[in-house]
Each structure stands twice: as structure tokens, then as C-alpha cells.
């Protein structure tokens, strides 16, 4: 019987499930209301600021390592570089399939480890020729532009919102420390423009207010692309968890005609054969 390369792909935040797949809990208040506060929010906001560092450091490495590795193709050294830069991919692809788990709630099967024949130059060649390999230096090169667009979007939509929304909290801080009435919208040698009135306050809080309840939206949109790319780059083939899915049920029915065969025989030991 095969044993598949981890968990089934899945997504605990499928609609109509609740954390870990369970059936979502009543709540007083609506999604829009809560969406703010929500922990699933925070670990998707977390997930998108993380992603800026981690992916400069990805494709940094993996464009250094490629671009050796070409430029040496014409000795013998260039081979083993290559693959240890696609090596070095897959070890990170394993560091980026826990933190999808672990804050995106996202499940990724592992893909099927490389396996040579024997010696160095075997895993070599493995590698090189394993399309999950070269799946895994795409999403490294092509992650890093889309982690630099998520993070300067979802930072933007968070910080503006929630720092309009707190506005007649601190704007004391602008007569205090600058001197000025409150945050400048206009200025000339003429004339200036402050935001220091009740009712600007208030449009001002209630703008503000409206970015922070549509930030968690635009946030999950973000996260929905890298849902994406980590389960078509990262994961196994389909054709690969199709061929396990097979071997999986093929030793599932072995085991079930087996368990039919004993118990048929049982039941002739017992029963035809004890009467005759």
C-alpha cells in the first residue's frame, strides 16, 4: 500500500467552514463589522509583511545561484552549483509550505523527495531533472514582485486607515510638538489648511473608519494569490497526487478483497464445512 508525500491539499478558510474546518460560530455582530479585529485578519496581514523579507532573500539567492551556475556551465563545476541552487529552492519551499500552514491555514502536501540512483552525479541529475525543482525556482523569482506589490498595498490600506480612524485621538500631538493645529491638507505663502475642527474630525474618523473595515477584504484578496502560488508551485503534480490518490485506493481495495477472502473462508470452516 503507498503512502502518500503528507497531507491531502486543503484550505481550512474554504466558504462555509470555520477555523479547522469546523462549521462557523454565530456571532452577534456581521463579518464586515468583525473582519478588523478578526485573528484570521492578523495572521494574513502578518503573512504579507513577512513575505517582503523573506522573498528579497529568496530570489536574491536565487538568481545568484542560477546565474553562477549558467555562467559555468562551460566547466564542470557550473552542474552541482545549478543544482544546489534548485536544492536550496526546494528547502526553502518546505520553509515557505509551513508558514502558509501555519498562518494561511493552508495544507500542502510535500512533494516526492529526489531520489538518485546512487552516488553524487545521480542526485545531480535527479534534480535537475525533477520538474517540482524548477517549480520551485519559478515561485522564487516570480514571488518576489508580487510580495513587494501585497506588502506596500495591505501596509498602506492598514496604517491610512486605522491612523484616520484614531485621528481625534492624537491630534493633540500637533499643537503640543509641531506647533500647528493638526495635519496640513492645504499650505501657501497665504493660506493653510488644517484639519483641527469638530467636523472635520469627524469626516475624517469616518473615512478612516471605512478603510479599516474594507483592509481585511482587500488583505484576503492579496493572500488569495499567494493561496495560488504556493499550491501550483510548491506542491506536488497533479499528475503525482493522482498516481498516489491510485496507489492509495488500489491498496485500500487489496485490503478489502483480502479481509473478504478470510472472512468467506471463516464462514466455510464454520458453517458448509463443519455440516458436511
Same mark, same amino acid.
Not at 534548485?86 to 491555514?105: D, I, K, P, Q, S
Not at 510535500?110 to 535537475?128: E, H, Q
Given at each position: 500500500?503507498?503512502?502518500?508525500?503528507?497531507?491531502?491539499?486543503?484550505?481550512?478558510?474554504?466558504?462555509?467552514?470555520?477555523?479547522?474546518?469546523?462549521?462557523?460560530?454565530?456571532?452577534?455582530?456581521?463579518?464586515?463589522?468583525?473582519?478588523?479585529?478578526?485573528?484570521?485578519?492578523?495572521?494574513?496581514?502578518?503573512?504579507?509583511?513577512?513575505?517582503?523579507?523573506?522573498?528579497?532573500?529568496?530570489?536574491?539567492?536565487?538568481?545568484?545561484?542560477?546565474?553562477?551556475?549558467?555562467?559555468?556551465?562551460?566547466?564542470?563545476?557550473?552542474?552541482?552549483?545549478?543544482?544546489?541552487?534548485?536544492?536550496?529552492?526546494?528547502?526553502?519551499?518546505?520553509?515557505?509550505? %509551513?508558514? *502558509?500552514?501555519?498562518? !494561511?491555514? /493552508?495544507?500542502?502536501?510535500?512533494?516526492?523527495? &529526489?531520489?538518485?540512483?546512487? @552516488? #553524487?552525479?545521480?542526485?545531480?541529475?535527479?534534480?535537475?531533472?525533477?520538474?517540482?525543482?524548477?517549480?520551485?525556482?519559478?515561485?522564487?523569482?516570480?514571488?518576489?514582485?508580487?510580495?513587494?506589490?501585497?506588502?506596500?498595498?495591505?501596509?498602506?490600506?492598514?496604517?491610512?486607515?486605522?491612523?484616520?480612524?484614531?485621528?481625534p485621538l492624537w491630534?493633540?500631538?500637533?499643537?503640543?510638538?509641531?506647533?500647528?493645529?493638526?495635519?496640513?491638507?492645504? %499650505?501657501? *505663502?497665504?493660506?493653510? !489648511?488644517? /484639519?483641527?475642527?469638530?467636523?472635520?474630525?469627524? &469626516?475624517?474618523?469616518?473615512? @478612516? #473608519?471605512?478603510?479599516?473595515?474594507?483592509?481585511?477584504?482587500?488583505?484576503?484578496?492579496?493572500?488569495?494569490?499567494?493561496?495560488?502560488?504556493?499550491?501550483?508551485?510548491?506542491?506536488?503534480?497533479?499528475l503525482a497526487s493522482?498516481?498516489?490518490?491510485?496507489?492509495?485506493?488500489?491498496?485500500?481495495?487489496?485490503?478489502?478483497?483480502?479481509?473478504?477472502?478470510?472472512?468467506?473462508?471463516?464462514?466455510?470452516?464454520?458453517?458448509?464445512?463443519?455440516?458436511?
Amino acid at each position: 500500500m503507498a503512502t502518500a508525500y503528507g497531507p491531502a491539499s486543503r484550505d481550512h478558510h474554504s466558504p462555509g467552514t470555520g477555523s479547522g474546518g469546523h462549521p462557523p460560530a454565530k456571532h452577534l455582530f456581521p463579518a464586515a463589522l468583525r473582519a478588523p479585529l478578526d485573528a484570521r485578519t492578523w495572521r494574513e496581514l502578518g503573512y504579507l509583511v513577512l513575505s517582503l523579507p523573506i522573498s528579497v532573500v529568496l530570489f536574491s539567492f536565487a538568481v545568484t545561484m542560477v546565474s553562477l551556475g549558467m555562467g559555468m556551465l562551460i566547466t564542470f563545476l557550473g552542474i552541482p552549483i545549478l543544482a544546489a541552487g534548485l536544492a536550496m529552492c526546494r528547502g526553502f519551499g518546505v520553509m515557505e509550505r %509551513g508558514r *502558509a500552514r501555519g498562518l !494561511l491555514r /493552508l495544507e500542502v502536501a510535500d512533494p516526492a523527495p &529526489v531520489r538518485g540512483k546512487g @552516488g #553524487l552525479m545521480s542526485w545531480v541529475g535527479a534534480v535537475l531533472k525533477s520538474g517540482v525543482s524548477w517549480r520551485h525556482l519559478l515561485y522564487a523569482v516570480l514571488h518576489m514582485p508580487w510580495a513587494v506589490f501585497a506588502f506596500t498595498v495591505a501596509v498602506t490600506f492598514w496604517s491610512y486607515g486605522w491612523a484616520a480612524f484614531t485621528y481625534p485621538l492624537w491630534r493633540w500631538v500637533f499643537p503640543v510638538y509641531a506647533s500647528v493645529d493638526g495635519i496640513q491638507l492645504y %499650505g501657501d *505663502a497665504t493660506h493653510q !489648511l488644517y /484639519l483641527d475642527s469638530p467636523f472635520e474630525l469627524a &469626516v475624517t474618523s469616518t473615512l @478612516g #473608519l471605512a478603510l479599516v473595515l474594507v483592509t481585511p477584504w482587500i488583505v484576503r484578496g492579496l493572500v488569495s494569490v499567494d493561496r495560488l502560488m504556493v499550491l501550483g508551485l510548491l506542491g506536488p503534480s497533479r499528475l503525482a497526487s493522482r498516481v498516489s490518490e491510485l496507489e492509495s485506493d488500489r491498496g485500500v481495495v487489496v485490503d478489502t478483497a483480502a479481509a473478504d477472502l478470510r472472512r468467506i473462508e471463516r464462514d466455510l470452516h464454520d458453517g458448509a464445512q463443519a455440516r458436511l
